[in-house]
């Protein structure tokens, strides 16, 4: 906040990356987004329990159409936090997908309306939208099960799928034992 930008600070570099080439972006909310809860960076830092506030989010819906909420500190605040984070996000009109409890397979994949361009053989183009099933999985601590790959397979027969992993240790550039194990056993 200490930017003349304020809540747009977070975002203020991003169009380095060129992203005027794109019909859609996505990213990670690893945060809940509860009006009022404040906690010191410290505090945060020692109990790696997020809170984001919900004034960065007109300025995210700039810059991002669609975020997986699949991820370990997305219900920091509890299922209300949670609750609250999906009305904030609807507000803004940013789609969003998954859920922080992989194990619940009525949320790990949801249908998102991403715009598309399709040019036609006259070589005009046409906007539309494209429904999309996105999945998000976080495998934090938990590797992906075959009833959840199953929800993927179903929404295959009808549409693109994308699934967006969620993993890794806190502040860790480097994968950890697990995921290198995995890795391992994948190739």
């Known amino acids: 906040m200490a930017s003349p930008l304020k809540y747009a600070y977070p975002f203020s570099r991003l169009s ?9 972006t996505m990213t990670g909310l690893e945060c809940p987004t509860v009006t009022g809860f404040q906690q010191t960076s410290a505090k945060e830092d020692a109990t790696l329990s997020f809170n984001c506030n919900p004034q960065y989010l007109p300025e995210m819906a700039e810059w991002f159409t669609v975020v997986t909420l699949a991820n370990n500190h997305t219900d920091n605040q509890g299922a209300a936090g949670l609750a609250e984070t ?9 789609q969003y997908f998954g859920d922080p409890d992989p194990r619940d397979l009525d949320d790990l994949c949801d249908v998102i309306s991403l715009p598309a361009k399709i040019t036609t053989s006259a070589n005009q183009t046409i906007k539309g939208n494209l429904p999309v099933a996105m999945c998000g999985y976080h495998w934090f601590i938990r590797m992906v099960q075959p009833d959840q790959l199953a929800v993927m397979k179903q929404y295959s027969q009808y549409m693109p799928v994308l ?8 502040y860790k550039t480097a994968p950890d ?3 290198k194990i995995v890795s391992q056993h994948d190739r």
């Open 16 to 24: 380095e990356f060129g992203w005027d080439k794109y019909d859609a």
């Open 86 to 94: 999906r009305q904030h996000l609807e507000e803004n009109r940013i």
């Open 163 to 170: 699934a967006f992993p969620h993993g890794g240790v806190e």
């Open 177 to 179: 034992e697990l995921k």
